[in-house]
Structure formats: C-alpha cells, structure tokens
C-alpha cells in the first residue's frame, strides 16, 4: 500500500504500532495480539483503532466471546510505502525531514547490528547476503532514481512477502556519500 495521506504515515510513527500492524498480517482480536505481545488487550486496541482510522487496519469479522463482542482485525497491506511527497510535510521544515531521514538511517543500522548479534553463529546455514555500492545520480534524476529503488523493493516484498517459508529481513539504506577530495 502506498500511503499519501498524513493521517495513514503519523499512526506509524509509533513503534509500537508497527508491530500491533506485523501481527495483524493475519485476522486476529486485540486479545490474541496482545498475549503475543505481552500487553494488555486495552493498550492493543488503542492501537489497532487508530491503524483501523488511518485505513491501515480493517476489521475483517467479529466474534462473541462470554457476551461481548470482539472484532477480528487484519493489516489492509503486507507492506506499506510512504510517498516521498509527504517527507517534506512530516516534519514541516526541510532540515527537521533531514534530521528524520537520517536518524531513521541510523535507527535502521542499529537494529540490523542487533539483529545480526543475536544469531546463532554455531548454526551450521545462515544464509544471508550483503550487498554495497556506490551509485551517482544527477540532483535533477532523485526521484526518479528513489522511485525506481522503491518500485524495484516492493516489487520484491509483493513476491516475497507471504506468510510461508523462512523469515528474512532486508534492510536498505540510501545516504549521500560523505565529501572526498578528488585527484
């Protein structure tokens, strides 16, 4: 899903939220997503209730449990694409986007440090893949280069993005290169 509404990239701007939305990739009540994340069904639904506001979340069924009615939820999309036209108005001013932009760039490195931390390096497969490179846009071709990594990714998470087969994590960041002198 591609979000273009201010409304839809705010409700995700809380972690917590996020992963309310990953257990949601399939039905559940507030109550199960909360056992799973050890919180209480109220704080869950908080939650859910605005991902249902902001058109992330839809309550696909419902279900009478001991006499009260419990809503049965699931995640609109398996993935979610925030539009670069609404970058600029998150943070209203051009350097609080840039303060955003790389802070999540390096919010992103440490939880792939952590991740990679914490596996089992005794196992006999990781599979896994790195991959680096430097790449040179002109300033007047960003967006559309943006666009085409964005098109490219979600391409991928569409194909790759079931709920079946192993887990991976794929983790991409863009920066500018810091300044080098050229001989």
Do not use: N
Request: net charge negative; aromatic share 8%.
């Amino acid at each position: 899903m591609h979000l273009e509404q201010l409304e839809q990239a705010e409700a995700l701007f809380k972690p917590q939220r996020i992963e309310v939305l990953r257990r949601l990739a399939e039905p559940a009540t507030c109550s199960e997503v909360a056992e799973q994340l050890g919180q209480t069904p109220q704080r869950v639904y908080y939650h859910v209730k605005r991902l249902v506001e902001a058109g992330l979340v839809t309550q696909v069924d419902e279900r009478k449990v001991r006499g009260i009615h419990e809503g049965i939820y699931q995640a609109t999309a398996r993935s979610y694409w925030l539009s670069p036209t609404l970058v600029g108005r998150i943070g209203g001013l051009r350097r609080t986007r840039d303060e955003l932009s790389l802070g999540y760039v390096l919010d992103l490195m440490e939880e792939v440090q952590t991740d990679i931390a914490a596996l089992d390096r005794s196992a006999p497969e990781l599979p896994s893949i790195g991959v680096s490179g430097e790449i040179r846009v002109p300033p007047d071709r960003r967006r559309e280069f943006f666009e085409d990594l964005r098109g490219t990714l979600q391409d991928l998470f569409s194909r790759y993005g079931g709920t079946e087969g192993d887990a991976f994590k794929l983790a991409v960041a863009c920066y500018p290169k810091g300044d080098q002198d050229h001989d």
